[in-house]
């Protein structure tokens, strides 16, 4: 009964690096989705993939970049971080289709801290 | 372009008691809104949700919401509180469009005091 995985659960960057967020559901979803979660802003969609082959940009896609790999995985990568990056993230998936309820199924989230 | 808004950071109540998390809409078309709840160091929990129908929306944990088209309002209410509803609640609008994608409000945290 996993549903949505996130890994890592927390990371530390410095200025510059680069990193990968995984995120993989099991639940046989056809969309899935990066927001990230800031305080006093709630959650803002960086990027979304309706289905497996597409991606879209969201609300604050810049300084990021995704990869559909397949059905059940999606992945957020930091190509040179930045202290504004600092963030918690969460990656979502949802049915989408006839059987669609609209609702989004959440992950446990990633925190990211960028020195 | 769709939005919601939370006018509270913060809502207190006592165990017992009834409690409202406030919630307005703006929206072109027909309004599918939802609330999440997250509690400390986890993922967003969805509660409820209106798409159509009965203005008074049933949800888990007790919780309801109710969808006020002239007001623009989708508040979540619960007739009585308990101390383990103290979270972190979110309300959201479906964004249109070819995808499930939602607009989060900026959240409201509910403490229930013993």
């Known amino acids: 009964n996993a549903g949505v995985t996130q890994t890592p659960k927390f990371q530390v960057l410095k200025t510059g690096q680069s990193m990968t967020l995984q995120c993989a559901q099991d639940m046989n979803h056809n969309s899935m989705y990066w927001y990230r979660q800031d305080p006093g802003m709630g959650l803002r969609l960086i990027y979304y993939?309706?289905?497996?082959?597409?991606?879209d940009k969201g609300e604050v896609p810049n300084g990021y970049n995704v990869s559909r790999l397949n059905k059940r995985e999606f992945s957020l990568r930091l190509e040179s971080a930045a202290p504004s990056q600092t963030s918690v993230y969460f990656c979502?998936?949802?049915?989408?289709?006839?059987?669609?309820?609209?609702?989004?199924?959440f992950g446990e989230g990633s925190r990211l801290t960028v020195l | 372009a769709q939005s919601v808004a939370q006018p509270e950071d913060q809502v207190n109540v006592a165990e017992g008691n009834p409690l409202t998390v406030k919630c307005t809409y703006s929206v072109s078309g027909n309004p599918y809104l939802f609330w999440y709840v997250q509690y400390p160091n986890r993922g967003l929990q969805f509660l409820l949700k209106?798409?159509?129908?009965?203005?008074l929306v049933k949800g888990s944990y007790g919780f309801e919401a109710e969808f006020n088209k002239s007001q623009t309002s989708f508040h979540l209410k619960k007739p009585s509180a308990l101390v383990s509803d103290s979270a972190l609640y979110f309300c959201a609008v479906r964004a249109g469009g070819n995808t499930d994608k939602l607009i989060f409000g900026t959240g409201t945290r509910l403490q229930v005091f013993p």
């Open positions: 979502a998936s949802s049915i989408l289709g006839g059987w669609s309820t609209g609702e989004l199924f």
């Open positions: 993939s309706a289905s497996e082959g597409t991606t």
């Open positions: 209106y798409i159509t129908g009965d203005n």
